[in-house]
Every structure is written in structure tokens, then in C-alpha cells.
């Protein structure tokens, strides 16, 4: 399997299911192949637009007043990954989302594997002062628009791609199995975390 997608979500509030956006990049063979986004109805009762959240994405509620709502977004999502894994930034937080969204929806989480683009760059450049999304892409030259749902999944596949080149990796699998990262995953309901094997 040589394939993954990278996926960034936007909330309306603190809510962490209250998903409004939604970025996903296609990578294969080292390159990016694909890109898919779309603006999401929250679900109800997490629909709410918060200032804070609107100040830091630029959503509103008019915006996603025509958009799609989470269960059909997430059958989209789970079409466009076609059982390859995912990607995020701080998974927990991208992840934690998508299972809020379904809880809230009333709809069971799907299977699925991920991989966290933070904890691999923690590996891979230990140098760093800071793993946030902005500071690793700066560090690897990367410009993106920030808290955009598209630009933000950009840029984790970026990283990835970057770390992938640098360490000679074919595969997303190879690059995880080399810096010693388990890749997470959801089974039945359940997550298990991605992580370093050498952590707790």
C-alpha cells in the first residue's frame, strides 16, 4: 500500500464534533494525486457559530447554510480515503472531531487507521522548539493559509512528503516503522492512539 490522506477539520465552536470544514489531500507514490474539500452543516444542536471560531477561520453560519451535512460528508471522506489511512496534525484533536461529529449525529465511527504528523516530525526533527502546524511548516519552508481546512491538510501531507524524502521512505508505512511510530486507528468504536513506541 502506498497510498494516505491527509485530513484537517474546521469547528463552529468549542465543541469538538461541531464540524463546519473539512480538507482532505490524496498522496500516492510520493506526490500529491488528489484534493477534496467541502463546508459542513454542524449537527444540530452544535450549530451555533462562535466569534472566536469564526475569527480564527473566517466561517459563518450563512456560508454553510447550503452545505452538506456530517453523514453524507463523512460517507465523502471515507470515499475519497477508499481504505487508505489518514493523516493529521495532532491527530487526537482531528480525530476527536470526526467521533464527536458521529456521536453527535447518532451515526457509529467508521474503521479506520491514522497517523499523526506531529508525533512523526518530533522524530524526525528533534531540533524543533515547537511541533505546531505552523512551526514545523515554516521550518520546511512550507506556505499555507492557516486554519484553512484545504491549505492546513496541504501542509500535513507536506510534512510527511518532506519527512519521507529525507529519510529515503517509499511508503508511509516504511517511514513509521523506521522512526519506531505506531499508527493509530479506530476499531469498532474504540481508538487506539498513534504513537512513538517509546513513549507511554
Known sequence: MTG???IDFETANAFPGSVCAVGL???ADG???DEWSSLIQPPKGYDHFDPLNMKIHGITAADVADAPGWEPTLKQIMAFADGD???AHHAPTDTNMLARAC???GIDVPDLRYACSRVL???VWPELRSYRLSAVAKHLAIDFDHHDALSDARAT?????AAQQQHGAATLEELLDAYKIRMGEF???ERTPCRHRGSR
Open 4 to 6: 494516505w490522506v491527509a
Open 25 to 27: 489531500v490524496r498522496v
Open 31 to 33: 506526490r500529491i494525486i
Open 85 to 87: 489511512p489518514f493523516v
Open 103 to 105: 456521536e453527535a449525529t
Open 121 to 123: 516530525a518530533r522524530q
Open 157 to 161: 501531507a507536506g510534512i510527511v512528503l
Open 187 to 189: 476499531r469498532a468504536g
